[in-house]
């Protein structure tokens, strides 16, 4: 069981454009999302967050936007450069229960060509 | 201040051997965490230890198992290799009340590969 998606395996923009990258989850009890950014031989690095009671943050060329009703949750890049060339995961937890836990989704791959 | 480190960085074993992987976390962070992300799939949940207990445990076999030592780093064992078990592990800290993934610190991993 899938709960947090990401249906796109990978992305390709070109540098100067807006970058959006989606994600999907079914548990409703989930009340913080994460996104990651992985490069290739490193681990995955925070990038962006959003709790549950927000619909929209912003840090810098970074904004994360929740739609609760619809369960979806996405990430604008822009302007998107090259460096931002990337695995991208998102991630959700269920903080009140204090598992430790995080739920990924399978990762976006996202491309910027110059 | 030293990152979360993770040995070895490459790892090639047998399948029916036994693999041990190791992390240490960022100074005063006291929560591991555990990942793997085999070929194609997102990042799953192993294990979660702090303070020397083992807090929450994902959907895995019980050959998957683990350790946290009193320096708060912390072993991965896996028994009785299977082939599926190739996969990059990731081991990640955080101090407690940053649980939840908020202030995950991520190892660069440990490549398993079972042949």
């Known amino acids: 069981d899938q709960q947090v998606k990401q249906n796109s395996p990978s992305l390709s923009v070109q540098e100067g454009r807006i970058s959006i990258l989606n994600c999907d989850y079914t548990n409703s009890m989930f009340d913080y999302f994460l996104w990651y950014k992985k490069y290739p031989a490193e681990g995955p690095t925070f990038l962006i967050s959003?709790?549950?009671?927000?619909d929209k943050n912003e840090d810098g060329r970074f904004t994360v936007f929740l739609n609760k009703s619809a369960k979806h949750l996405s990430l604008h890049i822009v302007p998107s450069q090259p460096g931002d060339s990337a695995v991208y995961f998102c991630?959700?937890?269920?903080?009140?229960?204090?598992?430790?836990?995080?739920?990924f989704g399978q990762g976006t791959t996202l491309q910027v060509k110059p | 201040e030293a990152g979360v480190t993770q040995s070895p960085t490459h790892l090639i074993k047998t399948r029916g051997q036994q693999a041990t992987l190791r992390c240490s976390p960022i100074?005063?962070?006291?929560?591991v965490y555990w990942y793997q992300q085999a070929l194609g799939l997102g990042l799953q949940f192993l294990l979660w230890?702090?303070?020397?207990?083992?807090?929450n445990r994902g959907n895995f076999p019980p050959r998957f198992s683990g350790r946290q030592f009193p320096n708060y780093s912390s072993e991965l064992n896996v028994n009785a290799l299977e082939l599926e078990d190739s996969a990059l592990y990731l081991c990640a800290s955080s101090s407690l009340d940053r649980a939840g993934g908020r202030g995950y610190t991520f190892g660069s991993g440990t490549r398993l590969t079972v042949v």
């Open positions: 230890y702090d303070e020397g207990e083992e807090r």
């Open positions: 100074s005063g962070h006291t929560s």
């Open positions: 959003i709790s549950s009671i927000k």
């Open positions: 991630a959700a937890s269920h903080g009140s229960s204090n598992t430790g836990k995080l739920i």
